[in-house]
Each structure stands twice: as structure tokens, then as C-alpha cells.
């Protein structure tokens, strides 16, 4: 719950602890990502757009219980599925064209 702020230096104090602990978990979330790659047959594997609206249907769900908005939470949520998306699909690229041991 956001705690109540009485000036704007203040906001934006909070906003950058926010933003330092999102960045980390953003790396996180990369690491599984990229550990995600080797598990995966093929970039439709990869893809996984069934996957995408599951997950899409558990932060709006989370967002609901949370009280976040949850049109802005699915905007988030998209447009961080379609970057990690990308950098899976080099990685899988990657392991792909390795040779197999």
C-alpha cells in the first residue's frame, strides 16, 4: 500500500525505491527466461501465445485483488512478455545452432 506523501520530492523518492526494486526483479524474471530457452523445442515453443494469456489472465486477477488497475497492469505485463519474448527467441537461436554434446 502506498504510504501518503506530503510533497512531491517525496513521491518521487518512493517511485525510485519502486523502480530500483522492479529493475531487480525484472532481472530475475530474465534469469528464468533465459533458462526457459533450453526447455523449448522451437520459436513457436517460444512463442507460447496460450501461455502469454494465461498469465495475462492471472495479473489482471492479481491486479483485481490488489487494487491495481488491471488495464494498465495488462499493458505492463504485454509489452514485458513481447521483450522477453525477443530476447528468448535469440537465445533459443543461440542454443539451437550449438552442438549438441
Known amino acids: 500500500?502506498?504510504?501518503t506523501c506530503s510533497?512531491?520530492?517525496q513521491v518521487r523518492e518512493?517511485?525510485?525505491?519502486l523502480d530500483r526494486q522492479i529493475v531487480a526483479l525484472l532481472?530475475?524474471?530474465?534469469?528464468f527466461v533465459s533458462q526457459a530457452a533450453r526447455f523449448?523445442?522451437?520459436s513457436d515453443g517460444v512463442k507460447a501465445p496460450q501461455r502469454v494469456e494465461q498469465v495475462i489472465t492471472k495479473v489482471r486477477d492479481l491486479s483485481h485483488a490488489l487494487g491495481a488497475n488491471a488495464d494498465v497492469t495488462e499493458q505492463v505485463y504485454r509489452a514485458m512478455i513481447a521483450?522477453?519474448?525477443q530476447?528468448?527467441?535469440?537465445e533459443h537461436a543461440v542454443l539451437s545452432s550449438e552442438p549438441q554434446a
Open 83 to 85: 521483450a522477453f519474448i
Open 7 to 9: 510533497n512531491l520530492e
Open 87 to 90: 530476447q528468448e527467441l535469440a
Open 1 to 3: 500500500m502506498a504510504v
Open 27 to 31: 532481472a530475475e524474471r530474465g534469469g
Open 40 to 42: 523449448k523445442k522451437d
Open 14 to 17: 518512493n517511485i525510485d525505491r
